[in-house]
């Protein structure tokens, strides 16, 4: 009897996430991690460890790796069985990243499926990552979609249980991430609302500085349950205005999302919120080179919501606190003056 082949993967972006994600389909496929310097690859095969995002967590030994852009793409084109193409820098890598990829095929190779792990939208045109691949590649021979969803990179790395929906139009896309990722550790959920399961992701890091920030100011329990609720809502009401389906907003990419990173302290979006809180300055906060999109995407997504008239007062309270020179004690005063209203 044939066995099927095992599935080929490469994961372009070694930070926290696409280390912890490799290290995941290591179960089920060959898997090549690329990391765009040199030292710093080389230092993860030796010691089989990512010292800087997830320190003193040992990763598979199966996992290869490699910071030659070529070879990691011909890992996933020039072999027979499937291969998967996983994107996992954050959203302000994702633009050179396509690119790079778009003149590889423009030149002949032969990639079929790719996936996407980054949340948010890009800070100069407000674009959601299918968006920018679709204007970035030429995506017609290509099956895309996102894989997203309540998941802190360090408990994935260690093995903890966790689940994840991959996102995409296509059938075949969503088999394909599902059989490398499913397992006891990893249960994988399929949907089609790419733009639902996308925004969600964008939107929770946005109410996740918000609910760092009234608890940095120490407003209490009931202010952050207020937060999560109405923030949901928010998040929903902006999907929806977009084309995304409503209920997508009550699973694991919104809802799940929004819990874990606005209650979690492993969140960096809700760390700068506590800050924030607290009286720290966002420049200061972000000069060691945190990732923590929900600042840059809340101006994108209140630009795209005025755009169409679509109520976001969460976010431009975030907005005002960490660009407009509001203190956050009076950005929430101005969110709670706000006239009654239906629920
Ligand atoms: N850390 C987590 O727990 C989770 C993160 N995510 C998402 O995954 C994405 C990546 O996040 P992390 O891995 O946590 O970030 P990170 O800050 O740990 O690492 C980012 C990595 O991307 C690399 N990078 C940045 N721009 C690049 C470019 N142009 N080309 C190549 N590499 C580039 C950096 O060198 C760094 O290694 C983000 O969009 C994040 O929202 C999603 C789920 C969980
Ligand atoms: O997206 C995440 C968990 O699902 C990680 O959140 P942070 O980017 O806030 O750390």
């Excluded at 089989?48 to 997830?54: D, M, P, Q, T, W």
């Excluded at 970035?136 to 093995?159: C, D, H, I, Q, Y």
């Amino acid at each position: 009897m044939h066995t099927p082949l095992r599935p080929h993967v490469t994961v372009l972006g070694a930070g926290a996430w696409g280390t912890a994600i490799a290290a995941a389909a290591c179960r089920h496929a060959e898997v090549i991690l690329w990391g765009r310097r040199p030292s710093v690859i080389t230092a993860m095969a030796q010691t089989r460890i990512n010292s800087e995002h997830l320190p003193g967590i040992e990763l598979p030994s199966a996992l290869q790796y490699s910071s030659d852009f070529h070879q990691a793409l011909e890992h996933v084109s020039q072999h027979q069985g499937p291969g998967l193409l996983v994107l996992g820098t954050p959203m302000v890598g994702l633009p050179e990243i396509c690119e790079l990829i778009q003149q590889r095929l423009s030149a002949g190779l032969n990639i079929t499926d790719i996936v996407w792990l980054c949340k948010g939208l890009t800070a100069d045109s407000g674009k959601l990552p299918h968006e920018l691949v679709a204007a970035s590649m030429n995506t017609r021979e290509l099956a895309t979609g996102v894989l997203s969803g309540p998941s802190f990179a360090k408990e994935v790395a260690l093995g903890l249980p966790v689940a994840l929906t991959v996102a995409s139009d296509s059938p075949s896309l969503r088999a394909l991430v599902t059989s490398v990722f499913h397992s006891e550790h990893m249960r994988i959920y399929s949907s089609s609302d790419l733009m639902g399961v996308e925004v969600g992701g964008a939107l929770k890091n946005v109410m996740a500085i918000a609910c760092g920030i009234s608890d940095g100011l120490g407003l209490g329990n009931n202010a952050r349950a207020a937060l999560i609720t109405r923030g949901l809502a928010e998040m929903t009401r902006f999907g929806v205005a977009l084309g995304a389906l409503p209920g997508t907003f009550s699973g694991l990419t919104g809802l799940g999302d929004l819990v874990l990173t606005a209650t979690g302290d492993l969140s960096r979006n809700r760390q700068v919120g506590l800050r924030v809180g607290q009286g720290e300055s966002l420049v200061d906060i972000l000069a060691g080179g945190m990732t923590a999109e929900g600042a840059r995407c809340a101006q994108a997504v209140l630009a795209r919501a005025r755009a169409m008239n679509v109520p976001m007062p969460i976010t431009e309270a975030v907005c005002d606190t960490l660009f407009g020179g509001v203190t956050a004690a009076h950005a929430v005063h101005r969110l709670m003056a706000r006239s009654a209203t239906e629920e």
